[in-house]
């Protein structure tokens, strides 16, 4: 028997995060059934329902493997739960090719207190899907942006390819490690234009790190992003950097005009998610995928990308 969705969110929207972990078995599930409660459920949690926008700050957390950002997370997490904000990190992690399941599990990556109700942390496999997300991701993210103050999003890795989730995230923070050779090659093209904030993680290494530090902010001057802000961090007690990074964040989601955020995200989502079910074929269907952002953006900005996804499919029949 399939969950109550509707009852999920309400639950969610009244800030009950006991039900965040059955919410999330919800979203994830490819049953029928479950499809129509998750719907159900997503409906309750949309800014039609709220009255206004989603509470939470949602952050995307990037960068290549072993940047270290599983232990710059455990930091993070321990800053926002000594300011008392309740936390859901939702982690991408790559997928097995025998089981189709998830190769590394967030729960033994990030330090954080099992018992601890205020915190929820939740591994899920990227599938087959480009764009470093989940299929579950975006709907999961809305979900809990509901009930909880911070709501961060950790992505399989870093490539030209992955990165859709500016389009979920109000920040996003890439990170990178110092010494690598390589870094400006992970930060070229795509991946360096979605940055709010560059992190340079092992700042104990002291001359390397600034060093990469340096030539990451030279890098965004040369594109034009001069503004973004450069973070080194180390984590290693005493931590460095970041209470710097924390603040940094909440400064730029203060300064972001969050509807209109909101509303191009959501918009994004739902032409991902018809072009994932129907391919080029659908939206060649629809004249184009500017045709569909323009039927996107003729709907109500308060719809939730499960009701634009819909809007397409009537065009298309």
């Not at 601890?116 to 496999?125: C, E, F, K, N, P």
Request: glycine residues 10%; contains cysteine; proline residues 5%.
């Amino acid at each position: 028997m399939s969950a109550d969705g509707a009852a999920l969110g309400r639950r969610l929207r009244g800030r009950d995060l006991s039900a965040a972990p059955a919410a999330l078995n919800l979203l994830e599930s490819t049953a029928a059934g479950d499809r129509e409660q998750s719907a159900a459920l997503l409906r309750e949690v949309s800014p039609a329902a709220l009255g206004c926008e989603a509470p939470a700050h949602v952050i995307g957390v990037t960068g290549p493997p072993g940047a270290g950002k599983s232990t710059l997370l455990s930091a993070l997490l321990r800053s926002w739960r000594g300011a008392g904000h309740t936390v859901a990190m939702l982690a991408v992690d790559p997928s097995s090719r025998r089981s189709g399941g998830s190769l590394l599990g967030d729960r033994a990556r990030i330090d954080f207190d099992p018992s601890d109700g205020g915190v929820l942390i939740r591994s899920t496999a990227a599938g087959e899907r480009l764009g470093g997300l989940a299929r579950a991701t975006r709907p999961a993210s809305q979900a809990l942006a509901a009930a909880f103050d911070v709501v961060v999003i950790e992505t399989v890795g870093v490539g030209q390819a992955e990165t859709e989730v500016a389009e979920v995230a109000d920040s996003v923070a890439v990170v990178v490690q110092p010494g690598g050779g390589d870094v400006l090659q992970f930060l070229k093209a795509g991946i360096m234009e979605i940055p709010d904030v560059l992190v340079v993680t092992k700042a104990d290494l002291g001359k390397i790190a600034l060093a990469t530090k340096r030539d990451l902010a030279a890098a965004l001057r040369s594109l034009g992003a001069g503004a973004t802000r450069v973070i080194a961090v180390s984590s290693l007690p005493p931590p460095q950097g970041v209470d710097e990074l924390v603040a940094e964040l909440q400064a730029h989601r203060e300064n972001l005009d969050l509807a209109t955020s909101r509303i191009r995200a959501r918009r994004a989502g739902a032409l991902t998610e018809f072009a994932a079910e129907h391919g080029e074929i659908g939206l060649r269907a629809l004249g184009g995928r500017r045709a569909a952002q323009e039927l996107l953006a003729e709907q109500p900005p308060e719809l939730d990308p499960q009701a634009l996804v819909a809007a397409l499919e009537r065009r298309l029949t």
